[in-house]
């Protein structure tokens, strides 16, 4: 019997997640089916105890439903409760297990894929909502020098820095003005075509800019050009955290970078 997992969101049909998780189980050889599923916004719960009653092994969960999964699950691996949010599903005997990917994914690519050092260097990141909170305890893991927290409202990072703690620091998008060699955008400015008040300072020629919207060339990624950085999108993130959620499922780890060169084309 083919096993069935899907996508959770709203909206939901720009999810490039079926297409990537069909191409990782045609690679490995997986009895599974993977859909995108429009749940109502006062009705996530629902839909996932529905798409359960079904026969549903596993899902991911997409914008807005992360900090609501969180609440789903019934238990929770420690990245989710570091995240405070929920990426991922997994449906069995025991209930719903609760896990996050994100932060996984994003290391992932830049440490494999684009072969960024993480170790003793330091990284800045911009936003302090559920996008930055993911990835803040992988990103420690791999310590740097420093991570800086940067958001619009200073009191946000500041409530991050307090909760990870081990040298985050905070502080608002104004009062930076030294350079990184890692600046991380996970702010929504790039999902309304919009630049976070940066300064150019903060880039040099040897600094990675990584916006973790993929598929156009935003302001910031422009920006960080413009003053000398190299750049790259989140197009690889998206791929290595859903390889990270298909090894949770399945047992298997997928190759991700023919998925990810498709994708680019």
């Not at 719960?45 to 992360?66: D, H, Y």
Request: overall charge neutral; glycine content about 10%.
């Amino acid at each position: 019997m083919t096993d069935r997992y899907a996508v959770f969101g709203h909206p939901i049909a720009h999810s490039k997640s079926p297409q990537i998780h069909t191409a990782f189980a045609r690679q490995t050889g997986q009895d599974m089916r993977y859909e995108a599923i429009l749940a109502p916004l006062d009705g996530f719960a629902a839909s996932v105890a529905q798409f359960i009653a079904a026969g549903g092994r596993g899902a991911n969960v997409t914008v807005p439903f992360k900090e609501e999964a969180f609440k789903l699950a019934s238990r929770l691996s420690p990245r989710a409760q570091r995240a405070g949010a929920v990426n991922t599903l997994v449906f069995d005997a025991d209930g719903i297990l609760g896990d996050n990917t994100d932060g996984a994914g994003l290391v992932a690519d830049l440490t494999r894929n684009l072969r960024c050092t993480l170790a003793d260097q330091r990284v800045l990141l911009l936003g302090a909502g559920g996008a930055a909170r993911g990835v803040i305890g992988p990103l420690l893991d791999q310590r740097p020098t420093a991570l800086v927290v940067a958001n619009r409202t200073v009191r946000r990072a500041e409530e991050l820095a307090e909760l990870f703690g081990r040298g985050v620091r905070a502080c608002g998008l104004d009062a930076l003005d030294t350079p990184f060699d890692l600046v991380v955008n996970a702010t929504a400015a790039s999902l309304a075509g919009d630049l976070p008040p940066l300064s150019p300072r903060v880039f040099t020629a040897d600094t990675l800019a990584y916006d973790m919207m993929y598929g156009r060339d935003t302001p910031f990624l422009g920006f960080a050009r413009a003053h000398g950085a190299a750049t790259a999108d989140g197009l690889g993130m998206l791929v290595e955290q859903a390889a990270e959620a298909f090894h949770l499922w399945r047992g298997v780890r997928p190759d991700t970078a023919p998925v990810i060169a498709n994708l680019r084309t």
